[in-house]
């Protein structure tokens, strides 16, 4: 890094602060009240490393973190899209940091150590950042550029598509993206995107057209009625028309970047909470009834912003026909029957809400019937009567016909007859202005302002209807956002990033007085459950089925968290250690049922839980293990080896293949200690006993589950 940029870099011993400064200067979350300090041990410049570290770290802020390899080819759009964010350089003097701030222009901010800001060009920067690993080829390829005697511009053009050859995939740095943490707050997540100030925006587009739009049709009639259409009146009449132009493509504008913005933070929400919901809470649902939330999940957003911009948009038109009509030959009883008929369209909406419901409960019940009756298909085949496949199906299509059509009655309602009935409900509240005689222009006022309103209540029924569909879709997926909330335990990064202590006299595992009851069950599973396991033991854990066993394994591993007791992982408690800290070093291979093989490659399946993208050492590690498991043979069979997609649109593994990748992919993760739940259940003799020779031999410590 030149002298000149300096100034801008962080030591790597001030990580932590640093980290706090990017997130508090781009408003991620509030000032704090002191910089926390990194533990040396996350100062050392191991990459994994300091990605767990600042990972837990901005955890404890209420931040997420991802980690990016930033490479030659790449770096400079990576920095135009960086900020908030760290990016990690190593140079020759050592390990640098630079804090990016977000910049809407495409330009790079950086904040520097004295929390001054600096703008500067991409292209500076990546220059300043690249300098050194381009210094080693710069002779060679100016040489070829003067033999090749290119000057100019295009010099420069070759010189940095030759570099750009050369280093493509050379590493420059590491990056954290830092993001807010879906589940902490939504409406905060909605406001750093910009939606709010979006939304004022729009109303203020759709006001002014609206506006610009009653004032063409009032110069039209006024001057229809005054006899004054003249080609200049004419002219005027089209000019406001085109200023209207504008302000309609504003309008569409803001509603499609409000529409994605808003999206894109709820969905982000609702993945959290559907990866942080509680296994047990969705135990009982089926696969149909999970498969119906995921399509309501892809409406919801759609229906709930398209619905709320329509009925703030009818309410903006409502008022100013209500002013209208106000001026008009009805004056204030036509304004008022305007609201009344507003309530009365309001409690339709409401009785095509309760409809909605018991429809789409019905039509959810139907998909998860034919969803659960596609899966055991292959054992109705074998073990039900054919005459009995389909018995209950006619009944439950009767009623969700019958829920249908009561469904459409009260949409037709809404839709169709309340919008049209205003005009006969104008028409007759225009009778008193007929009997005294009123002016025409004001009855003109008056019918132009029931227009306007019949036009308002079309948008107004409209939004009503998409808000009442959200409302329904909302009470199917409401479970997922309130599962965001639901914050991973972060831990001490200082503890959960330490060293094992590595002393044989203090238990790996200390649980203690351990009790865990299942929600629908009366009685609990364990009670009063203690049990110690030191490094290096082999525990075998044998009973009959339901006394306990999986359960104990899953609460050991940190998948479950015990109502009652203490357990304590190398002398530290989940609280300390963090979700992430325990589960690195606690590593389960549950039973089959709840053990899934992804469709992906052979390598992710095996890989997820190491590090994605791997390594090359990654790859030749899990080669090496496969052949071990003796699942060579198997990888030899497929044409693209560890590239082979598998799972269920893939290659097809057997049931003992499928219990040795679990195996291997619990191995691969490099624990303390490793828990197999049933894992070697359906190995034959030879391969079980080449299976427990390569477990013991790779697990520092084993915790295994079988039947007697």
């Known amino acids: 890094m030149s002298e000149a940029f300096a100034p801008m870099c962080w030591p790597i011993s001030r990580l932590g602060e640093a980290l706090e400064a990017v997130a508090t200067k781009s408003g991620l979350v509030p000032l704090p009240a002191e910089l926390s300090r990194p533990p040396e041990r996350a100062t050392g410049g191991h990459d994994q490393e300091l990605s767990r570290w600042v990972g837990a770290y901005a955890t404890q802020l209420g931040l997420e973190s991802e980690e990016v390899v930033a490479r030659y080819v790449e770096v400079e759009g990576m920095l135009r899209a960086l900020g908030p964010g760290l990016l990690l350089l190593k140079t020759e003097q050592g390990p640098e940091l630079l804090a990016c701030l977000p910049d809407r222009r495409g330009r790079v901010r950086l904040l520097a150590p004295d929390l001054g800001e600096h703008v500067l060009p991409a292209s500076e920067v990546v220059g300043a950042i690249c300098a050194e690993r381009e210094a080693p080829l710069a002779p060679t390829i100016d040489a070829v550029l003067d033999a090749a005697?290119?000057?100019?511009?295009?010099?420069?053009?070759?010189?940095?598509?030759?570099?750009?050859?050369s280093l493509a995939e050379t590493p420059v740095g590491v990056a954290w993206i830092l993001r807010p943490a879906?589940?902490?707050?939504?409406?905060?997540?909605?406001?750093?995107?910009?939606?709010f100030g979006k939304l004022a925006t729009l109303a203020a587009a759709h006001a002014a057209g609206y506006v610009l739009f009653l004032l063409s049709w009032w110069m039209l009639g006024k001057g229809a009625l005054e006899g004054r259409l003249d080609r200049g009146w004419l002219w005027a009449w089209a000019l406001v028309l085109l200023t209207l132009v504008p302000f309609r493509l504003l309008e569409t504008w803001t509603q499609g970047v409000l529409a994605i913005r808003v999206s894109r933070t709820l969905k982000q929400r609702l993945l959290a909470g559907a990866l942080r919901i509680d296994a047990d809470r969705i135990r009982h649902h089926g696969v149909g009834q999970l498969l119906g939330r995921v399509f309501e999940s892809e409406a919801v957003e759609g229906l709930a912003l398209g619905g709320g911009v329509a009925t703030l948009v009818a309410i903006v038109e409502l008022t100013l026909a209500a002013v209208v009509l106000g001026l008009g030959a009805g004056g204030l009883l036509h304004a008022l029957l305007l609201v009344a008929w507003c309530a009365t369209i309001a409690l339709l909406a409401r009785r095509y809400y309760a409809r909605l419901q018991r429809w789409t409960n019905e039509r959810r019940d139907l998909t998860s019937d034919l969803v659960e009756r596609m899966i055991g298909h292959r054992t109705r085949l074998a073990q039900q009567r054919r005459a009995d496949w389909h018995t209950g199906e006619d009944q439950a299509l009767a009623r969700y016909a019958d829920v249908s059509s009561e469904t459409d009655r009260t949409m037709v309602l809404l839709y169709a007859i309340a919008p049209r009935g205003w005009l006969a409900v104008a028409i007759l509240g225009l009778g008193p202005a007929f009997v005294t005689g009123s002016s025409g222009p004001a009855v003109a006022v008056a019918l132009g302002g029931t227009l306007l309103a019949y036009r308002a209540l079309a948008t107004l029924t409209n939004g009503l209807g998409q808000l009442a569909n959200a409302a329904v879709v909302w009470s199917q997926v409401a479970e997922l956002y309130r599962a965001a909330e639901r914050i991973p335990v972060a831990g001490d990064p200082m503890v959960s990033l330490a060293p094992s202590r590595r002393d044989d006299a203090s238990p790996l595992i200390d649980a203690r007085d351990l009790v865990f009851r299942y929600p629908s069950?009366?009685?609990?599973?364990?009670?009063?459950?203690?049990?110690?396991?030191?490094?290096?033991?082999?525990?075998?854990?044998?009973?009959?089925?339901?006394?306990?066993?999986?359960?104990?394994?899953?609460?050991?591993?940190?998948?479950?968290?015990?109502?009652?007791?203490?357990?304590?992982?190398?002398?530290?408690?989940?609280?300390?250690?963090?979700?992430?800290?325990?589960?690195?070093?606690?590593?389960?291979?549950?039973?089959?049922h709840e053990n899934h093989l992804l469709t992906g490659t052979v390598s992710f399946n095996l890989l997820m839980g190491r590090r994605w993208p791997p390594t090359a050492s990654d790859f030749s590690d899990a080669e090496q293990l496969c052949t071990e498991l003796g699942l060579g043979p198997v990888l030899a069979r497929m044409p693209a080896g560890m590239g082979q997609m598998v799972g269920e649109s893939g290659w097809q593994l057997s049931h003992g293949e499928r219990s040795r990748l679990f195996i291997a992919r619990a191995l691969l993760q490099n624990p303390e200690l490793v828990l197999l739940d049933e894992s070697f259940a359906s190995l034959d003799p030879a391969t079980l006993e080449r299976c427990l020779e390569c477990v013991e031999k790779r697990a520092p410590t084993l915790f295994v589950i079988a039947h007697p």
């Open 182 to 195: 879906p589940g902490r707050s939504f409406w905060r997540d909605v406001r750093l995107s910009g939606a």
């Open 521 to 592: 069950a009366p009685d609990p599973v364990l009670r009063s459950a203690t049990l110690r396991i030191a490094r290096g033991d082999r525990v075998l854990v044998e009973g009959p089925s339901g006394g306990g066993k999986s359960t104990l394994g899953a609460v050991l591993s940190g998948l479950r968290v015990p109502q009652a007791g203490l357990v304590l992982l190398d002398g530290a408690d989940r609280h300390t250690l963090g979700e992430a800290g325990w589960r690195s070093r606690v590593v389960a291979a549950p039973q089959f």
């Open 149 to 165: 005697r290119v000057t100019g511009d295009r010099r420069a053009r070759a010189r940095r598509a030759l570099l750009g050859e």
